[in-house]
């Protein structure tokens, strides 16, 4: 590390950069992954095991209705397989970042995160992956592929595209409340349970978002967008999702990360290290 | 190691005592439970999956009664099931597991009365403080849903204990998945495969009248049913009196397999128990 380096110290960077320190994040954790091979085990074939098993009250659904709200059976296996994928990413990339951050401030240890020479944010939410999560998502991937080969639908590139787009928005939707959480860790101590209460409410992003009326439709679609996360994408593979409520989830996921950036932003502030 | 002090002058003295220091326990945990409210309430939040899936199954619902629940009878039972989950609640295996690891557990040795009934009561003690904060948030949701249909009868007599019993057998399961961390040192993960078990199978995330027949007849057999969708059925007055019957006696077998493993487990892990200074 030069000097200017680290004068220049949160200052602006390159996309590259940080590309490059996403990678080498990226590369320490698979590498210590794949130290602990019982990780397979313990944290991705049990995440699959988890993913199929909460889908019980799905299928006790379907078995009563046999169509959720104009979903038939095969395109609810498309939303769970999106529901598994957005799971499978958050227990992979964000919830080990936010657990470790949280760590830090709580042990005053943010101090050494807070150093480094690139935005202290970005910095704490690569701090740590799971990448045996990722056999979770694996398995979404799979889900949602046999899903659209029985209904028999191959989807436009146009679609594809929207329910990537969808994708993305939910994920940054799923960081910007990460976030919201690491912000709320300065100020409280024993918040760890609160990656737990995302992991809560996520499990009803299983559900189609028209199941949800009135009051929770709104908090679900513009407040923990679960819809954006999954119910969109699938929307999209199935040719149904229309373009003015792909805008309006793509805003609503950029506000609430715009939010969320500015309450970082002040919970910084507020840090008070080990030692002081 | 013998966990009750020596020094006992006979034994109503020594029962005097006990009563002082369970009273003087429960103050701790209360104070405790008070002075983390902020992560009490979290907790409390998380713990509302029963009433999403009260909006969720209500509404699924409108087209007609679904296995024998209609909307009201959702409303009633998903309630029911908020609340009894929060009277049952325990975290034992977190805190002992943590403890038996870190050596932590020494200290609670040298105190002159048994370790376990210091968790008990550190349990107990936040009951008022959870249901302060669980009971306005049912009823909120009440008045927003609107209509309930649960039927009041003698049987609600019978729900405390059904309550008790089930919040017994949580403790039981979670002191003998703690006491694991004497031999192996990821007790408390073991335990999150009995919770991800225990949401599903227990009539948590919908009721177990809803599985398929088949399923259902064996799933109603196993402890997680005991846990808490007997005491739930029973309060909102779904059962009749030989089921009312045959609950309990599930209840009293399953609390007695897992009673008796977890003192079973203690015992012998203290035996091994090897933190520094022990």
Do not use: K
């Not at chain 1, 592929?145 to 146009?158: D, F, N, Q, S, T």
């Not at chain 1, 992991?199 to 949800?212: T, Y």
């Not at chain 2, 009490?40 to 009664?65: R, Y």
């Amino acid at each position: 590390m030069t000097a200017p380096d680290l004068a220049a110290g949160t200052g602006a960077r390159s996309p590259g950069y940080y590309l490059r320190l996403i990678g080498g994040q990226l590369r320490m954790s698979v590498l210590a992954a794949l130290q602990y091979r019982l990780g397979f085990w313990t944290e991705g074939v049990l995440g699959v095991v988890w993913s199929a098993l909460g889908m019980a009250p799905l299928l006790v659904a379907v078995e009563h209705l046999e169509t959720v709200e104009g979903w038939t059976a095969w395109e609810l296996v498309v939303l769970t397989g999106c529901f598994t994928l957005v799971s499978g990413l958050f227990g992979a990339l964000i919830q080990p970042a936010l657990n470790e951050s949280m760590n830090h401030i709580r042990r005053g240890t943010l101090d050494y995160v807070l150093l480094r020479p690139a935005d202290a944010l970005v910095l704490c939410l690569v701090t740590a992956f799971a990448p045996w999560r990722l056999v979770e998502a694996l398995g979404g991937l799979i889900l949602i592929v046999v899903g659209m080969i029985e209904i028999g639908r191959v989807p436009a590139a146009l679609d594809i595209l929207s329910a990537l787009g969808m994708g993305v928005a939910g994920m940054v939707a799923l960081y910007a409340f990460g976030v919201m959480i690491l912000c709320a860790s300065f100020r409280a101590v024993q918040l760890q349970n609160l990656t737990f209460l995302i992991e809560a409410i996520l499990d009803f992003a299983r559900w189609p978002a028209q199941v949800f009326r009135g009051f929770l439709r709104m908090v679900f679609t513009f407040v923990v967008p679960l819809a954006v996360m999954t119910t969109y994408p699938a929307e999209a593979l199935l040719g149904r999702l229309e373009g003015s409520t792909v805008v309006t989830a793509l805003a609503t996921s950029a506000g609430l990360m715009l939010v969320a950036r500015v309450l970082w932003l002040r919970a910084l502030r507020g840090y008070t290290s080990a030692s002081s | 190691m013998s966990h009750v002090a020596t020094d006992m002058s006979g034994e109503t003295g020594g029962l005097r005592r006990l009563g002082r220091v369970t009273a003087a326990m429960w103050r701790l945990g209360a104070s405790e439970a008070l002075a983390y409210r902020a992560a009490m309430l979290v907790w409390i939040l998380t713990t509302t999956f029963p009433l999403v899936s009260l909006a969720l199954w209500h509404s699924l619902a409108g087209g007609g009664a679904i296995g024998g629940y209609g909307r009201a009878e959702f409303t009633a039972y998903f309630l029911a099931a908020f609340v009894i989950r929060q009277m049952t609640a325990s975290w034992v295996v977190w805190d002992l597991a943590a403890q038996i690891a870190s050596g932590d557990l020494s200290t609670l040795l040298m105190r002159p009365v048994h370790p376990l009934l210091h968790h008990l009561m550190s349990n107990l003690a936040a009951l008022p403080v959870r249901m302060m904060l669980a009971v306005p948030l049912g009823l909120v949701v009440l008045i927003f849903v609107g209509d309930v249909e649960a039927d009041a009868g003698l049987h609600l007599l019978l729900a405390p204990a059904a309550v008790l019993m089930a919040w017994l057998l949580n403790v039981s399961v979670q002191i003998a998945v703690a006491c694991l961390a004497f031999w192996v040192t990821s007790s408390a993960s073991l335990f999150e495969l009995w919770l991800g078990l225990y949401m599903v199978l227990s009539g948590y995330a919908v009721p177990t009248g809803l599985f398929p027949a088949g399923l259902a007849a064996v799933v109603r057999y196993l402890p997680f049913h005991a846990a808490l969708g007997f005491p739930v059925e029973l309060t909102i007055g779904r059962l009749s009196g030989p089921e009312i019957a045959a609950g309990f006696a599930l209840q009293l077998l399953w609390l007695a397999v897992f009673g008796a493993l977890a003192l079973w487990l203690w015992r012998r892990g203290l035996r091994v128990y090897g933190a520094v200074g022990a």
